[in-house]
């Protein structure tokens, strides 16, 4: 089993920025890829950007290309999210996803994120 929980979340003025930040911890060892993915009111859940655990690979929705940024900290297993000129469509529930070689993957709680206009 993989745990993960969310941080940095919070309400921000359109053009603003957050920084998410996703912790891993359990049976990490297998773990290839970490992403994180979106979910608005009524919609739904959509993929924001993921990036390769070895090889840092990285790749995004067209949506928030040029203006956010995954990375990740091996050593700390925690993957982050630089979300730059925010935009009130970027308002949702952001969920972290492990993904693991084995083919198991583990979601964290999510974290909200509001961006106002």
Do not use: H
């Amino acid at each position: 089993q993989v745990q993960l929980v969310e941080s940095g979340g919070g309400a921000v003025q359109a053009g603003g920025s957050l920084r998410l930040s996703c912790a891993a911890s359990g049976r990490t060892f297998g773990t290839s890829a970490m992403g994180w993915f979106r979910q608005a009111p009524g919609k739904e859940r959509e993929f924001v950007a993921l990036v390769r655990w070895s090889a840092g690979s990285t790749y995004y929705a067209d949506s928030v290309k040029g203006r956010f940024t995954i990375s990740r900290d091996n050593a700390k297993n925690t993957v982050y999210l630089q979300m730059n000129s925010l935009k009130p469509e970027d308002t949702a529930v952001y969920y972290c996803k492990a993904i693991q070689s084995a083919g198991n993957s583990y979601w964290g709680p999510g974290t909200q994120v509001t961006v106002s206009s």
